[in-house]
């Protein structure tokens, strides 16, 4: 779903998925998942951002603001709406 969002808004918003220090190199899941978006490797995020579970989806305005935030798998319709908040 998130590769499909990247590029269907393509310039609306960055997408960065990022992996915690305790996962294994993340480059051939990516790969085989066929994901383009960017992605980083940062031991100290979940801490900075209070993740307390994966996956956990920021919603981050213009202004780098986290605005929203859902935590667990969420639905297309969800992520688009949120989206289409952020982005007006």
Request: charged residues 25%; aromatic residues 14%; proline residues 5%.
């Amino acid at each position: 779903m998130f590769e499909q969002m990247y590029k269907q808004h393509s310039g609306e918003f960055e997408l960065l998925a990022l992996a915690s220090h305790r996962a294994k190199d993340p480059v051939p899941w990516m790969q085989r998942s066929g994901y383009t978006f960017p992605w980083g490797l940062d031991g100290d995020w979940g801490d900075m951002y209070g993740v307390h579970g994966i996956p956990h989806t920021f919603f981050i305005n213009r202004q780098g603001e986290v605005v929203d935030e859902h935590l667990g798998e969420i639905s297309a319709e969800e992520f688009e709406a949120k989206l289409a908040e952020i982005t007006r």
